[in-house]
């Protein structure tokens, strides 16, 4: 594999840290509560990732993850994600947590937020990795259930960096959640959310115009649309592209196809991420080696994609170019 994508200094911006949940650990922690899970092995159950569209992942995403239930599960699953991130070059990361699918089934929200934030706070000491917390909201849930999970964030605000929206996109566009975000604004949080995977540019225009976010996760589909393009392009707004995920949940067909360099050509803001590493077949240092490799990248457009990924974090102004200087100090050839 390409050596040099791995080593790229790199912000991660768009993972879900349920999303991180390797079988070995969902068979630990289930036998640890209790649970009894509907696949015998780890290898049975890694078999059964195999995925048509982002609906037949999300029902295994959200079955897997029903074994979290303790402050210790969830700080065992951000400790693992960042372990593994560091070896893919992470120094930086804003993680994705989904905190109605614990909820929902009768977990409290200190208990997540508490265990993940035990992770976060300790990662610069223990991973040389700084990291932030983005707390995304279900688009296939109601709006009140959205606003009910803010209010319950509230007291937590120092801990959360951003709100998010994800899970199915098609039939739940950005603008259902307008008054949560504007909400979630006031409080001082930035708001990032998920469009244009599934879901047509016209989604894409809402998390710009509704949602007013700072970051498009996914939002290849953007492409279709010339004057979305344009704007995105013109406002720098960040696109956290993921990959391996978009050919997992066959939004391509081959990462050859893969839009990414198409993206980058027309101008956009441009980030590499792993959406959910544990299901699609590789961290964010694979993301990076595997376009490299299918889109035929150059050597400086690694090096940009990592720029962009520092360009578009919640970071400070010198800790961005502390980030950016190292970048620049790093061997990208192969
Ligand atoms: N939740 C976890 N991964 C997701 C994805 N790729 N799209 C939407 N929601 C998600
Ligand atoms: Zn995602």
């Not at 912000?11 to 289930?30: D, K, M, N, S």
């Not at 400790?79 to 977990?107: K, M, N, W």
């Not at 566009?173 to 995977?197: D, I, M, N, Q």
């Not at 990924?309 to 400070?316: P, W």
Request: proline letters at 5%.
């Amino acid at each position: 594999m390409h050596a040099g994508a791995f080593r790229l200094p790199k912000a991660e911006l768009h993972v879900h840290v349920e999303g991180t949940f390797e079988p070995e650990l969902i068979f630990e922690i289930a036998e640890r509560n209790g649970v009894q899970l509907p696949f015998p092995s780890v290898d049975a159950l890694r078999r059964a990732y195999e995925f048509t569209d982002l609906q037949s992942f999300l029902n295994l995403y959200y079955a897997a993850m029903t074994v979290l239930q303790t402050e210790r599960d969830f700080a065992e699953l951000a400790h693992a994600y960042l372990g593994r991130a560091r070896e893919q070059g992470v120094v930086h990361a804003e993680i994705f947590f989904d905190p109605q699918a614990h909820t929902s089934r009768g977990v409290r929200f200190e208990t997540v937020i508490d265990g993940l934030w035990s992770a976060v706070r300790d990662s610069e000491r223990l991973y040389g990795i700084s990291s932030k917390l983005i707390m995304c909201f279900l688009r296939d849930a109601s709006a009140e259930s959205a606003m009910a999970t803010l209010e319950a964030a509230l007291p937590y605000g120092e801990r959360i960096v951003a709100v998010g929206l994800d899970s199915a996109e098609l039939g739940h566009p950005p603008s259902k959640f307008r008054r949560v975000f504007e909400r979630a604004l006031a409080a001082g949080w930035k708001t990032v959310a998920h469009a244009g995977e599934e879901g047509p540019p016209a989604y894409v225009w809402e998390a710009l115009d509704a949602l007013r976010v700072s970051r498009v996760d996914h939002g290849v589909r953007s492409l279709e649309d010339p004057q979305l393009v344009a704007r995105l392009r013109d406002e720098r707004i960040p696109l956290t592209v993921c990959p391996l995920s978009n050919v997992k949940l066959r939004v391509v067909d081959r990462l050859e196809d893969h839009p990414l360099r198409r993206m980058l050509e027309s101008g956009l803001v441009v980030t590499v991420n792993s959406d959910d590493p544990a299901y699609f077949g590789g961290y964010v240092g694979e993301n990076f080696a595997s376009v490299a490799q299918a889109l035929d990248l150059a050597p400086g457009a690694l090096a940009l994609l990592a720029r962009n990924s520092f360009e578009a974090s919640f970071i400070d102004a010198p800790t961005r170019a502390a980030y950016l200087a190292r970048v620049d100090r790093a061997e990208v050839g192969a």
